[in-house]
């Protein structure tokens, strides 16, 4: 189980932190991906990290604003997210794989998904 929190209403230029506590897996080789979705669309790939190297992968658009960090102690991935811009508005998923590869930006690869968390950037 999957279990996201953290979002909230922020100005543009502010920050958020997210947090996906794990239960029920064997944290330490899952993989846990971050991606986000506004009604209508699809789901975009917003930040993972793999329970085999520590080397994170980013989306485009969030790269060097957003850090993804696992606490392999908690059992909980966070989402650092600064420089917000409205644009960053939607509903936040985490996910999560037994998956290590290289191909943790598509969503295809997690069989467990959270509730999602509701992240509001104004203007």
């Known amino acids: 189980q999957l279990q996201a929190s953290g979002g909230g209403l922020v100005q543009a230029g502010g920050s958020l932190r997210l947090s996906c506590a794990v239960s029920?897996?064997?944290?330490?080789?899952?993989?846990i991906g971050w991606f986000r979705q506004i009604p209508g669309e699809g789901r975009e790939f917003v930040a993972a990290?793999?329970?085999?190297?520590?080397?994170?992968s980013y989306g485009a658009s969030v790269k060097g604003r957003f850090t993804i960090s696992r606490d392999n102690a908690k059992n909980t991935v966070d989402l650092q997210m600064n420089s917000l811009k409205p644009e960053d508005t939607a509903v936040y998923y985490c996910?999560?794989?037994?998956?290590?590869?290289?191909?943790?930006?598509?969503?295809?690869?997690?069989?467990?998904w959270g509730q999602g968390t509701q992240v509001t950037v104004s203007s």
């Open positions: 996910a999560g794989s037994p998956s290590s590869g290289t191909t943790l930006y598509s969503d295809l690869r997690y069989p467990d």
């Open positions: 990290i793999s329970w085999r190297t520590p080397t994170p």
């Open positions: 029920g897996r064997s944290f330490s080789r899952y993989s």
